[in-house]
């Protein structure tokens, strides 16, 4: 303020500003509890300058805070940021920013670099990879190739299982499914050549590769495609750096973005016209301005398969640039978590892939019985376990020796870490789950009784590797666990993020943080697929995107 400025009025604009970044501390617009959109270090350097009578930062309270809390924060960060010498925007030439570095982020990345974009990639963590790299059951597509499956049976499964009756989105995930496979192959040279079918699927279309697991194996084949743009100068990767504020013009349009780097506490600006927002989602709960508590308080006490990073940091960068967020409570709960016997009460479980039940494994409750169908929707397995045991939650489940050499990567892996115990008779699996083997063996001939009639009591038509008795079983036990969010930042077909119906100009998002695609319920599979074709072939259409590139190549 100006020195003559009578402190009434500059008391009273303290006190305006200072309400409006506690409204988006708490949540955004200031009716109070839940989970804030605002990092800690904004909000602690925002108060500084406000308390400190910053008045660059009281002038725009002045205009802003009564009525734009969301503008008025974002100007004073900017503000307070070059104040404190971070500088202006630097990266000169640069393209876009991609903030996220699992297989949306990379995937991105790659596309904007094969069509000639300069490219920074931010990541907060210190590797790359995110909750992709632990997916591993595989990829859904389309695939010409593939006998009895088509575009518009994949589309149909998914709206059965989304709850809705139309979606222009999952049209783009069914149709642009085929031909992201085929990048995946072809340009980043992963085979992906085994196929499985997954709960919910009416046909096989889950692709992974031979020779490991599937997420990890895409990030690790992007990752030594980028190395070549790294090494030209094309592609810069921070890693242990976070995105703290999406700079924009007066009218909206996304003018570059500050990031902090997290080991020196140093903020920087880059100046781009495009920032593709792949942070992921926001499963991993740990209580503190958790959205998951926020939006669906009723699973804060689930266990969580998320790694510590999907914590909705960028859902919260998105909505203080004015997008809107779509079913925000829609959250997936997996039916199978591992229960690791030597820390039972772990929050963060290791996901036991729906693989195995895709190649023939049985789920069990602790009489021994089976309760439902092990290839149901995830919605509808979850639930039946809940039903099934309310209190304890926990279940077994039980794989023969033929489905263990299917998922020759996944068992091992499993075994290694001590979440499943192998058995060389059917009495030893009896006497782990507590049981009496009559009651094993007559569950069995039950099931393998069903499967000669083509259906069980449960609606269950596919059954694999049987007969189910052999010379090996694998038991663990697993229980529901929050695993992903269908819910977030409110996208169209062509990945622009949204604001109250028009486009936030410059401002992208693939990947879990987007919200809609998959309705109340996701398909196994289609996480990685979602991820790929956003970042793919729904790229920013900066001028970097324009050229014909790979997707000529590819298409």
Not at 373 to 395: C, I, W
Not at 464 to 488: A, C, D, I, K, W
Request: hydrophobic share 40%; net charge neutral.
């Amino acid at each position: 303020m100006s020195p003559g400025a009578p402190p009434s009025d500059e008391r009273s604009l303290v006190d305006r500003a200072l309400r409006a970044v506690a409204g988006l501390a708490r949540r955004g617009g200031g009716d109070g509890g839940g989970a804030g959109l605002l990092s800690a270090d904004a909000e602690d350097a925002l108060v500084d300058a406000i308390l400190s009578r910053n008045a660059d930062v009281l002038l725009l309270a002045k205009h802003f805070a009564a009525e734009q809390a969301a503008r008025f924060t974002g100007h004073a960060l900017r503000a307070v940021l070059r104040a404190d010498g971070a500088g202006g925007p630097s990266g000169a030439g640069l393209d876009a920013v991609v903030v996220g570095g699992g297989l949306a982020g990379l995937s991105a990345t790659l596309t904007l670099l094969d069509r000639g974009a300069q490219v920074v990639l931010v990541d907060k963590e210190a590797v790359l990879g995110g909750n992709s790299a632990w997916a591993s059951s595989g990829i859904n597509a389309a695939d010409p190739a593939s006998p009895g499956d088509s575009v518009e049976g994949y589309m149909e499964d998914t709206l059965r299982s989304s709850g809705l009756e139309d979606s222009e989105l999952i049209r783009v995930l069914a149709v642009e499914s085929g031909p992201t496979l085929k990048w995946l192959r072809h340009r980043v040279g992963l085979p992906l050549e085994k196929v499985a079918q997954l709960g919910g699927h009416s046909h096989p279309r889950t692709f992974r590769p031979a020779d490991g697991l599937a997420g990890q194996q895409l990030v690790t084949a992007l990752l030594k495609q980028l190395k070549k743009f790294q090494e030209s100068g094309a592609l810069e990767i921070r890693k242990k750096t976070a995105a703290v504020q999406i700079l924009q013009s007066g009218d909206g349009r996304v003018v570059g973005i500050s990031v902090k780097d997290l080991k020196t506490g140093e903020i920087a600006e880059l100046s781009t016209s495009s920032v593709v927002l792949a942070t992921g989602g926001f499963a991993a709960n740990d209580h503190q301005e958790s959205l998951i508590d926020q939006y669906r308080p009723d699973l804060s006490k689930f266990p969580t398969t998320n790694g510590h990073w999907a914590n909705g940091d960028g859902h919260k960068l998105a909505v203080l640039s004015g997008a809107d967020t779509v079913e925000m409570d829609h959250v997936q709960v997996h039916p199978t978590g591992f229960v690791d016997p030597a820390d039972r009460s772990a929050h963060t479980k290791t996901l036991c892939a729906e693989i195995l039940r895709g190649v023939g494994a049985i789920l069990l409750d602790r009489q021994g019985q089976r309760f439902a169908n092990e290839l149901g929707r995830r919605d509808y397995l979850s639930g039946a376990m809940l039903a099934a045991d309310p209190e304890g939650k926990t279940f077994t489940i039980l794989l023969n020796g033929k489905a263990a050499a299917e998922v020759n990567k996944h068992v091992p892996l499993y075994l290694k870490k001590g979440l499943l115990v192998e058995h060389i008779s059917l009495h030893s699996a009896a006497v782990w789950m507590d049981l009496d083997v009559a009651v094993l063996e007559a569950t069995l001939d039950r099931y393998e009784s069903d499967a000669a009639k083509g259906s069980d009591a449960h609606g269950k038509v596919a059954f694999n590797n049987l007969p189910f008795r052999g010379e090996r079983y694998y038991t663990g036990s697993v229980t529901p666990v929050v695993h992903y969010t269908m819910g977030g930042v409110h996208i169209d077909a062509k990945g622009r993020v949204m604001s109250g119906g028009t486009v936030v100009k410059g401002l992208y998002a693939a990947g879990e943080i987007t919200g809609g695609i998959h309705g109340k319920n996701r398909l196994g599979g289609n996480a990685l697929t979602e991820c790929g074709i956003w970042a793919y072939r729904r790229c920013p259409d900066s001028r970097s995107c324009h050229g014909t590139g790979i997707r000529s190549r590819f298409t």
